[in-house]
């Protein structure tokens, strides 16, 4: 009977520390959530796929523009042959009709074929086709800036959910521990009142206490979920998670490193105002050399068939195939006088919109800065928090101890232990939130030096010393 005992704790104990391992092996790391983000969150993927179409398309306008133009025509129909002189405006509507007026009309038809292969080349441009390669190769540079400006956002967005995640579960624990004492301390106010030693009005008093810290307890759990819930969001798997492995976020205050932001040029939201900027240049450059006029080198073959002949009558067996051929090259140029006012007004709009990206990018530059003074402040103030905060809550636990002495001899009332309590749930919310702050203060730094590295490794040499 003994070893059985023996053996159903040995089991019991076995799989307790198994699903104890499972909770840790399954608990989400602040790597973790960072990794994915950057693999997961719906953004990133519509810019990556918005930066491979760009650099496609730089592909596919250098393809359109160097390649000579190639057009091979195949046709076969059925038409009557009466035709007349005289001019014909160019349109989309009639078909033309080739060959002498014969004086007659007839209402027969008979077959027509044609076929023939066009082969046109602009051998020189005046930079027109490069100026609008470089249009391409500016916005896939933009559409690259902004893939990458959008993964160190989300990515500076996951990682302070998981701090927000966390302290928010900070918060629970302490609700939940000074709802704990509440209790603790109603069932002595009771038997001091059920010995009249102290007014039943005390009972009624902590009672409201207790209602109190059971009610913030819940509104932390809530603010809780909702922070697991948006942390959830940010690395693509909506729900509501139920482990996070804060690692050393809680038991270690980093040592804050100095903010730099020497070079704001190579921000990635500068590089992508910077993009937006060449953009409008780029087709600025394009507008320039677009008045020019336009060279074609053609070249074609070609061969046509018909069943109708000069004497009026029709012979049918012609019509099918094309018996007659010819060829012609030569040069032809083309130039759109009435351009001129439409490309005139086209850069003054370019003109405007560079105005435009320029001042935008000196609100980068300015906001840049602004932010420097901030993650500086940022992270002094949370520095000296988190090393105020052990006392405050040893101080305000001695208060509490020393107030329960002084109503348990008769020496003050309820109210005072009312205001301890609190005071030392307040103390012991700022406790266990102070290291987290320093962490997101270091955070807000990583964003405005636009590198989440440096951050990442001084979180990984925290941890590897936590480990040991």
Not at 77 to 97: W, Y
Not at 213 to 234: D, G, P, T, V, Y
Request: proline share 4%.
């Amino acid at each position: 009977m003994l070893k059985k005992i023996c053996l159903v704790i040995a089991l019991s104990w076995l799989c307790a520390s198994a699903s104890r391992a499972q909770d840790n092996a399954a608990a989400l790391r602040l790597e973790q959530a960072i990794e994915l983000a950057q693999k997961n969150y719906p953004a990133i993927r519509a810019a990556r796929a918005a930066q491979q179409a760009a650099e496609a398309n730089v592909e596919l306008t250098r393809v359109n523009l160097t390649l000579p133009r190639t057009e091979l025509l195949v046709q076969e129909n059925r038409s009557s042959r009466n035709n007349v002189f005289g001019v014909l405006l160019p349109q989309s509507t009639l078909p033309s009709i080739s060959g002498p007026d014969l004086g007659e009309r007839t209402a027969r038809s008979t077959w027509g074929s044609a076929a023939g292969l066009l082969v046109s080349w602009e051998p020189f441009d005046f930079g027109l086709r490069q100026s609008q390669i470089n249009l391409a190769q500016a916005t896939s540079k933009q559409a690259k800036a902004q893939a990458e400006l959008s993964e160190f956002e989300i990515t500076l967005a996951a990682a302070d959910a998981f701090l927000a995640a966390v302290s928010a579960e900070q918060a629970v624990r302490v609700t939940r521990a000074n709802l704990d004492r509440q209790a603790t301390f109603i069932q002595a106010v009771k038997a001091l009142a059920d010995n009249q030693l102290r007014p039943g009005s005390d009972v009624t008093r902590v009672t409201v206490e207790v209602i109190t810290a059971k009610n913030q307890f819940i509104q932390a759990e809530q603010q809780a979920a909702l922070a697991r819930i948006a942390l959830s969001e940010w690395i693509g798997q909506p729900g509501d998670l139920k482990n996070l492995d804060h690692g050393p976020l809680l038991e270690f205050t980093p040592t804050p490193t100095p903010v730099e932001n020497k070079t704001l040029g190579a921000h990635p939201l500068a590089m992508a105002q910077t993009a937006a900027l060449d953009v409008v240049r780029a087709r600025q450059a394009t507008l320039d050399k677009s008045f020019y006029p336009k060279f074609n080198w053609q070249s074609a073959v070609f061969g046509r068939g018909t069943g109708a002949r000069l004497d009026g009558t029709f012979r049918e067996s012609r019509g099918f195939y094309p018996d007659t051929f010819n060829y012609a090259t030569g040069f032809t140029m083309t130039w759109n006088v009435s351009d001129w006012f439409k490309l005139k007004a086209q850069r003054k709009v370019e003109r405007f919109n560079l105005e435009a990206e320029q001042a935008r990018y000196d609100q980068v530059v300015n906001t840049l800065k602004a932010q420097e003074a901030r993650a500086k402040t940022m992270i002094e103030t949370a520095r000296q928090i988190a090393a105020n905060t052990p006392a405050q809550v040893n101080a305000a636990s001695e208060t509490l101890k020393l107030a329960k002495v002084r109503y348990e001899h008769g020496l003050t009332n309820i109210t005072e232990i009312a205001d301890a309590q609190r005071a030392l749930a307040q103390a012991e919310i700022d406790e266990a939130v102070a290291r987290l702050n320093v962490w997101r203060a270091l955070l807000q730094a990583a964003k405005l030096n636009g590198d989440l590295k440096p951050f990442l490794d001084q979180f990984a040499a925290v941890q590897a010393e936590h480990r040991k």
